[in-house]
């Protein structure tokens, strides 16, 4: 039993002490492949470090050589149509704005024509190191790129190249690769062109709000007044305005919004100032400047009827379609008198309010009217107003209706008014095969047409093609200027004829030169001239009668032509009843002197006609 008992414990001693060796040589295997391991990669270490490195530099270089081929294929692309489109701007005889035609308010303007302030200006509101950066804010892509992946907000910051590239050679979207679309094309943009070409560009495309876009479309809209006549102030807040264009428009006429840009514009300022692009004097003394109210008045409806006018003609001395002027960017420098324009308009406007309610010149009763000129039975009285510079031609004044947006005819050159006897003094004296030769034919002459036979008279019988268009220009160059076109349409001694026997007292024995006038020359030989302006009333149908009013006053300086019709439904009727309390003619002469007295009364007053005797009333 103890033999057993000692052999089973042997047996078991055995087995039990064998376990923990066999743990111990697995542990010493593991233990010896880790060492050989780390001996393996210690000897491989820079082997392995240099594949690293030899596959990363295989991976910059690919990545360089992709940007490189990128950027040799990438071309520079022409502008969008859209953004190179430009309107045609109207300005009077002064350079007062009138108007623009054409899909967009922009016109190109060469940079030297930009003054420096406000180059200076727009580069410290936008882009600081413009002068001297590669084109790219890689800041600004690195934003753009992050807010692509996660989602967040658009991104801006962009330099002033990234932003023209933008406006105007790429689309609106917003994602990574039009970013890296566009810093490749900043970037070569940058190599390419000059700084100035670029600031030109952009200049010339960004939006500033009020439908304008460029520097030149916003110094009118904001101010009034062209791009190279901005002032220091005045440049520094359109710089500020570039940020929130849209937000500014109301600047001038919003006192939350005129605030936020004051604020922005003596930042532009101070930038200005540190970076000596203006002195401490010029920061110290800048004023906020003051804006035009937007939106405009409803004058501008009125002043379409001076465009359609200028345009026609503005395009066919350019020899081009009216839709090819207006897209072509084009300053038509008419010959309008804009003050004088406006003040007619308006003196006609309360004119026919005060005789629409029944009343006649001061305080006269007469036949009650609906508003805007309309009789009880919806008869309309038409006023026109035509005034030129005798020998030259200018138009000055071409009223042919109160609201072009209800009237785009214009009563002034289309309106066809019955002569009447206002072509007797004309019958005997018009040469044969001259201008005026068929005057006398008409039966019913457009007032303009009227006015150039009176403008001859005054002249001593040169006639002068009526015009409208002074000169035009394109990015600062002269495409075109107006010269008078004058024939003789009656011998000097019956200019005086006629004169006379419109009641026009001729100076014939005194024979001195004209002045010049203005948008024309001076005669080479000099003419007769009026002692006292002509006055020459006419019309068809006479007292209850009357069927139109012509009332002319003419000088050497200036000849004015009012005519008065009146339609129903498109149909002509009787202009009596439709002025007042006055008799038509006399409503007509006071009309045709105060608008003459409105031009300065250029070579003396005429005489008001009499005004009609009231009728007798009854004593109690």
Same mark, same amino acid.
């Given at each position: 039993m103890t033999a057993r008992h000692g052999l089973r414990g042997g047996a078991s001693g055995g087995v039990s002490g064998g376990a923990p060796g066999g743990a111990r040589d697995r542990l010493r295997a593991v233990g010896g492949r880790l060492r050989r391991t780390r001996l393996r990669l210690r000897r491989t270490r820079? *082997?392995? #470090?240099?594949?690293? /490195?030899?596959? #990363? #530099?295989? /991976? $910059? /270089? $690919? &990545?360089c050589a992709a940007v490189v081929v990128a950027y040799r294929m990438t071309p520079v692309p022409e502008p969008h149509p859209e953004t190179v489109s430009q309107s045609t701007v109207f300005v009077d005889s002064e350079g007062e704005y009138l108007g623009r035609r054409g899909p967009v308010d922009r016109q190109d303007l060469p940079l030297r024509q930009v003054p420096r302030h406000v180059q200076d200006a727009v580069i410290a509101a936008e882009n600081r190191s413009f002068r001297t950066d590669s084109g790219v804010? @890689? $800041?600004? %892509? /690195? =934003?753009a790129a992050l807010a692509a992946v996660t989602g967040g907000d658009r991104q801006g910051g962009s330099t002033i190249t990234q932003q023209y590239v933008k406006n105007a050679l790429l689309t609106p979207e917003q994602s990574l690769e039009r970013k890296v679309h566009e810093a490749l094309l900043a970037v070569k943009l940058d190599r390419t062109r000059s700084k100035d070409e670029i600031l030109e560009g952009y200049l010339n495309t960004v939006y500033f709000g009020r439908g304008a876009a460029g520097i030149e479309s916003a110094a009118r809209n904001y101010f009034g007044v062209g791009a190279k006549d901005l002032t220091v102030s005045q440049g520094a807040a359109l710089a500020g305005i570039l940020n929130l264009p849209s937000y500014y428009e109301r600047v001038g006429a919003d006192a939350k919004v005129t605030g936020t840009l004051q604020r922005r514009w003596a930042w532009v300022l101070d930038a200005m100032a540190d970076s000596g692009a203006i002195g401490a004097g010029e920061r110290a003394g800048a004023r906020f400047p003051?804006? *035009?109210?937007? @939106? @405009? !008045? $409803?004058?501008? !409806? =009125?002043?379409q009827y001076l465009i359609d006018a200028a345009s026609a003609e503005a395009a066919d001395r350019l020899g081009i379609s009216q839709d090819q002027l207006a897209r072509g960017g084009y300053k038509v420098h008419t010959t309008f008198d804009l003050a004088l324009q406006d003040e007619t308009a308006e003196l006609v406007r309360e004119r026919t309010e005060s005789t629409a309610h029944g009343k006649g010149d001061k305080g006269d009763k007469g036949a009650k009217g609906s508003k805007d000129g309309e009789g009880e039975k919806g008869a309309r009285l038409h006023t026109a107003v035509v005034a030129t510079v005798p020998g030259d031609g200018a138009v000055r004044v071409l009223y042919g209706g109160a609201d072009y947006a209800h009237q785009p005819f214009n009563d002034a050159v289309d309106g066809a008014v019955e002569a009447g006897t206002v072509l007797d003094p004309f019958l005997k004296s018009l040469r044969s095969g001259g201008p005026l030769d068929d005057l006398v034919k008409e039966t019913a002459p457009t007032p303009l047409r009227m006015n150039a036979a009176y403008a001859t008279v005054a002249a001593g019988g040169t006639y002068a093609a009526p015009y409208t268009v002074a000169? %035009?220009?394109k990015a600062g160059r002269t495409v075109h200027t107006a010269r008078p076109r004058r024939s003789t349409a009656m011998r000097e001694e019956e200019a005086v004829f006629v004169s006379g026997a419109m009641g026009g &007292?001729?100076?014939?024995? *005194? #024979?001195?030169? *004209?002045p010049e006038v203005t948008g024309g020359t001076r005669p080479t030989a000099p003419d007769a001239v009026l002692t006292l302006p002509g006055s020459h009333a006419a019309g068809a149908g006479s007292g209850p009668g009357a069927r139109t009013v012509w009332q002319s006053v003419y000088s050497p300086r200036l000849a004015l032509t009012l005519a008065l019709f009146a339609e129903r439904d498109g149909k002509p009727v009787r202009v009596a009843g439709l002025t007042g309390g006055q008799e038509p003619g006399t409503y007509a002469a006071q009309q045709a002197d105060e608008v003459w007295q409105l031009a300065g009364a250029p070579g003396g007053s005429v005489p008001v006609a009499p005004k009609p005797t009231p009728e007798p009333t009854n004593s109690p």
């Open positions: 820079a *082997r392995r #470090l240099r594949r690293v /490195l030899a596959v #990363l #530099l295989a /991976l $910059s /270089l $690919s &990545a804010a @890689p $800041s600004a %892509i /690195l =934003r003051a804006f *035009r109210f937007y @939106p @405009p !008045g $409803s004058t501008d !409806g =009125r002043r000169k %035009i220009t &007292a001729y100076a014939a024995d *005194r #024979l001195v030169a *004209r």
